[in-house]
């Protein structure tokens, strides 16, 4: 199968550091992707990683290890709009453009 | 710019009924997605064009459903005789080109969804 593990839900403190965690079967892996989806709106992209190590964008963050399989999103400084679902998405090759996507990790800022 | 447009927002329908779903794809981008997200679910791919045609239409669940994308831009998603499970928000979204020329994969953008409701 293509199983992708994500926790369900998580919560932080604002102005906190968070780290979201997604693991994947590694046969076939092309490239993994992360989303961030507010309640009743579409995905919106974050990240693509597709080399081993840590792509650095602002406050976000995202970090891949192939061989292990597992992807991190890293969410710095956090503020309360930063509550919403976080979504793992891998490509696949052979795949064509296709992406499977775990199910969400609903993350709760709190003051 | 604008970003990918899906018509209507929300439709509520009948079981049994048939249903079309529209959506606009960003300017430009030759591959259009359509996935379907369940409450608490990620999205779950449907089909994908690269063009006209359908390259990948292996997560269409059974013969109801079908899309067309005639003229390369808006596509449509036909649902014949809606059951209640085929509840769910329908998104579409596009791409620039299916594989770059690196061979990684091109980011899709996606549409806010349309909320399908059968009764």
């Known amino acids: 199968g293509q199983n992708i593990d994500q926790p369900t839900e998580m919560t932080a403190t604002e102005g906190a550091i968070v780290q979201i965690n997604c693991t994947y079967q590694t046969s076939g892996f092309n490239g993994l992707f992360w989303y961030q989806q507010h309640a009743g709106e579409a995905p919106t992209f974050l990240s693509y990683n597709v080399l081993d190590g840590l792509e650095e964008k602002g406050r976000f963050s995202s970090f891949l290890s192939r061989s292990k399989g597992y992807s991190y999103l890293l969410l710095k400084e956090l503020q309360m709009k930063d509550s919403a679902s976080y979504l793992c998405a891998v490509s696949w090759t052979g795949g064509g453009n296709k992406l499977t996507f775990g199910t969400g990790t609903q993350l709760k800022v709190e003051l | 710019g604008a970003g990918v447009s899906q018509t209507p927002s929300n439709k509520v329908t009948e079981k049994g009924k048939y249903v079309e779903l529209r959506c606009d794809p960003i300017?430009?981008?030759?591959?259009l997605y359509w996935y379907r997200q369940s409450l608490g679910q990620g999205p779950e791919f449907l089909i994908y064009?690269?063009?006209?045609?359908?390259?990948?239409d292996s997560g269409l669940p059974n013969d109801r459903f079908f899309a067309v994308r005639p003229e390369g831009s808006v596509s449509t998603l036909k649902i014949q005789r809606t059951e209640r499970g085929d509840s769910a928000v329908y998104l579409c979204a596009s791409s620039l080109n299916p594989i770059s020329t690196s061979g990684s994969t091109d980011t899709q953008y996606f549409g806010p969804g349309t909320r399908l409701t059968v009764l």
């Open positions: 300017s430009g981008h030759t591959a």
């Open positions: 064009f690269q063009g006209t045609g359908a390259a990948d």
